[in-house]
């Protein structure tokens, strides 16, 4: 049976205050902790005093910015802002008032942070400002890329929703014999197997080279399961269209994609010049194994071959 695992890339935005205010105490917890017990003095305008800690004009404007609020929205965010800082504020004097920056757990948790704010501060400088994909570049990657644009499908599908915990073998030997999904369904009735019915659609784009080949290559009607954590899928192939894009519409994500690919890159080439002309000296058992010679390919599992009604095992 195929596993798939879905991600929520998109989530509604909070509203505002919540927001900043999650965003201000977590972007600044390494800070306030590093500066637990130690009275610095602080550059900028004074805007408020906590128990004698200034807040300056500088600390909120870097917040703001960090934040990330549209310009129409600033006055309104920096009222939130400040008052997020005091948060801040009186969380930090209490966290030097019982020494909270002494805990060995803490102390080791703000070593890290520095040190990947410093790693990672070094290689945005070494990278630098990636050069934008020529149109060329796009329309290479397009050429290349069939599946995801001009040739491009779309999968609708039909699914119950059941939880994992109720998929037993004798489910699967039902789904086996099943000629559509509404006999699958028709099962659950009888066997009083709570589900619940969705329609989903999905292209060639959004699914795994290999498996959006397997789908393809299944007729419709062909039942699969997918598990995800305490739930599963039962799912129908309902219909597959074409479903094609031009590389005007394409262009912005492939130009993305493509700069995301030279950042990597470039991150890689770094690392390993660095590596090249380090000394680095494993001790004990840590050092890496020896690279495993390449296993033989394993036999062709193609879902053409998997019974017309049955449920599919893609891997």
Known sequence: MNHFEKKNVMSPRGKPSARLLAAVLALGMVTALSACGKKEQKSGQALVSVNGEEITALQLNEELQRSGVQPAQQE???????????????????????????????????????????????????????????????????????????????????????????????????????????????????????????????????????????????????????????????ISIADVKDAPVTVEVAGPQIEQYLMNAKSKEAAAAEIARLRSAAKIEYFGKNAPPAAAPAAAPAPSNSAADANAHGAADLK
């Open 76 to 234: 309104a965010a920096s009222k939130q802002l400040l008052e997020a800082l005091i948060d801040r504020q009186l969380l930090q004097n209490e966290a030097a008032r019982d020494k909270t920056d002494r805990d060995p757990k803490v102390v080791q948790a703000i070593e890290r942070a520095k040190a990947l704010i410093i790693a990672q501060a070094y290689m945005q400088k070494r990278v630098g400002v990636i050069a934008r994909p020529s149109k060329s570049e796009v329309q290479a990657y397009f050429d290349k890329h069939p599946e995801f644009f001009s040739q491009r499908k779309q999968f609708d599908m039909r699914q119950l929703v059941i939880a994992t915990k109720d998929m037993s073998d004798e489910l699967k030997k039902a789904m086996d014999g099943a000629k559509s999904i509404d006999e699958v369904a028709a099962w659950l009735d009888t066997h009083q197997v709570k589900y619940t019915r969705n329609q989903v659609s999905r292209t060639t784009a959004d699914l795994a080279p290999e498996l959006g080949s397997k789908l393809l290559a299944m007729p419709k009607g062909q039942l699969f399961i997918i598990r995800e954590g305490e739930r599963s899928l039962l």
